[in-house]
């Protein structure tokens, strides 16, 4: 067992860092950098993140191929209560009252680890990691990252899989609200002069189509709110929609589903509409089929004694962000099981592959480099 590693990712879990609120856990992680020798930064991403800080980035070795790692640092937790994080059997749970924080403190810990080992070995090409904020609400950090050198290729440590499954694919997500307005009026005396913005979202619900189609996109109506009392014709009424596609198109296409949808519900009810796009909540379709960034996963993943395959993941994911940027990019995925609940974990051996796979990326970079 990597004692030093399992202790690090112990650590960090024991620290809170909800989204928005990641400032103890990035200092902590940049003291122990500069304890290691390594330098780092913090960019200026945090008010347009919406953080109380910027996301870390740290820079080791120099020449070519640049490859950029990035791993999140916050997590789903309130912060109230600290996590107590239990190894046992060779594997890492919390004690059942919180989540364990693996999403995504095993990717950071990992990194970290990695890095610093990377750092000790001579001619080591450019490696940064960016230890990014606001990943579970909106990607905010990895947005506004503040990269300024040429990146080669850029991995993005995260994802419940087993290492050795690289994200390829993965959805493109847009949420917005559909905001009704209809018109009051007393529900015994005069219904007739009102308009039920309610019986308007109802109509809209019923002409769409929800779940996942034949080409992977998903629609769903997460949520409906609207009225005052109850007797009142409702003057107001949202829906929460969230549509994802695997391309634009599919995405615009469910857009133009639901205002249709809506165009029909107000023209029979009397009620109008707008669209608002929920901040913060959209992500771009992402796909990778660059040949040399497979190439340089699958054989680091051959070295590690690993099984490689590509993964079409059902949800969106931050190396879309990076993607949307111009970066070349793979999802690295870092194992652990029902993250997002009390009863998530990762086996330390997962731990120990995903820093092994990251280091064997950087070595695989450097012998393929040219002189």
Same mark, same amino acid.
């Given at each position: 067992?990597? +004692? ?20 103890? @856990? ?32 740290? +820079? ?8 950029? $790692? ?5 997590? @789903? ?6 996590? =107590?994080?239990?190894?046992? =059997? ?15 403190? /095993? %990717? @950071? /810990? /990992? ?18 990691? #960016?230890?990014? &904020?606001?990943?579970?609400? !909106? ?14 290729? #850029? $991995?993005?440590?995260? %994802? ?7 994200? =390829? ?13 209809? +018109? ?32 992977? %996109? ?19 009424? &949202? ?5 994802? %596609? ?22 029979? &009810? ?31 993943? #051959? ?11 059902? #949800? ?19 194992? !652990?099981? !029902? ?14 592959? &995903? ?7 950087? +070595? ?8």
């Amino acid at each position: 067992m990597d +004692k030093k590693l399992v202790g690090r990712f112990c650590d960090l879990v024991r620290i809170p860092s909800p989204s928005g609120k990641e400032r103890d @856990v990035v200092l902590h992680l940049q003291k122990l950098l500069k304890k290691e020798g390594i330098s780092s930064r913090i960019d200026g991403s945090a008010m347009k993140a919406e953080s109380n800080t910027g996301n870390l980035i740290a +820079k080791i070795g120099s020449g070519g191929p640049t490859i950029l $790692f990035t791993a999140h640092t916050d997590t @789903v937790e309130d912060g109230k209560r600290m996590v =107590n994080p239990i190894v046992k =059997n060779g594997r890492i749970s919390s004690d059942g009252k919180t989540i364990l924080g693996s999403d995504d403190k /095993a %990717g @950071v /810990a /990992a990194l970290v680890e990695a890095l610093i080992e990377l750092n000790k070995m001579k001619n080591t090409p450019t490696v940064i990691a #960016a230890f990014v &904020t606001r990943e579970e609400t !909106g990607f905010g950090g990895v947005r506004n990252l503040d990269i300024k050198e040429k990146v080669d290729y #850029a $991995f993005d440590v995260d %994802g419940s899989e087993p290492p050795g499954q690289f994200i =390829n694919q993965a959805l493109g997500c847009f949420c917005f609200e559909v905001q009704i307005t209809g +018109k009051e009026a007393h529900s015994a005396r005069n219904p007739d002069k009102g308009a039920s913005a309610i019986k308007a979202a109802g109509v809209i619900v019923s002409k769409l189509k929800f779940g996942r189609d034949s080409h992977g %996109g998903t629609l769903n109506v997460g949520m409906i709110s609207g009225g005052k009392v109850f007797n009142v014709v409702a003057g107001s009424a &949202t829906l929460s929609v969230e549509v994802r %596609g695997y391309d634009q198109k599919t995405v615009d296409k469910k857009v133009a589903e639901v205002r249709s949808a809506s165009d029909a519900a107000c023209k029979l &009810t009397g009620c109008s509409y707008r669209i608002v796009e929920v901040k913060g909540m959209k992500a771009p379709a992402f796909v990778t089929t660059d040949k040399k960034i497979i190439e340089l996963a699958r054989k680091s993943t #051959a070295a590690c004694g690993l099984r490689f395959s590509l993964l079409k993941l059902l #949800a969106s994911v931050q190396a879309s962000e990076l993607s949307s940027q111009g970066y070349t990019v793979l999802g690295l995925c870092k194992g !652990g099981q !029902g993250p997002h609940s009390t009863k998530e974990s990762i086996s330390v051996k997962e731990l120990e592959q &995903t820093k092994a796979l990251i280091m064997e990326i950087v +070595k695989q970079a450097k012998v393929s480099r040219k002189p």
